[in-house]
């Protein structure tokens, strides 16, 4: 299965120093955009993402970032 496009825009997050996010790769988690383990019955695998600074953040929602988990603009060119 291939990934699907949560929403078509970034999902803004604040995060935490020192924290570790779980970037839903798929699609599908119903907590966007971060995975809920529903990636299970699909080939995806969620992106580990190690905050460095307590800040928003831009979580791809699109799913086609070339930028791992965070938004890249690629987005707006689908
Ligand atoms: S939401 Fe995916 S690149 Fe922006």
């Given at each position: ?39 299970e019955s699909t ?36």
């Open positions: 299965m291939q990934e699907k496009t949560a929403k078509n825009e970034p999902y803004p997050l604040q995060v935490e120093a020192g924290k570790t996010y779980y970037w839903c790769s798929c699609g599908i988690s119903k907590k966007q955009p971060l995975c809920d383990g529903m990636h080939d995806c695998t969620p992106l580990e993402y190690v905050a460095t600074k307590t800040e928003t953040v831009y979580f791809c929602g699109c799913k086609q970032s070339e930028n791992g988990p965070l938004c890249d603009g690629t987005h707006k060119k689908l």
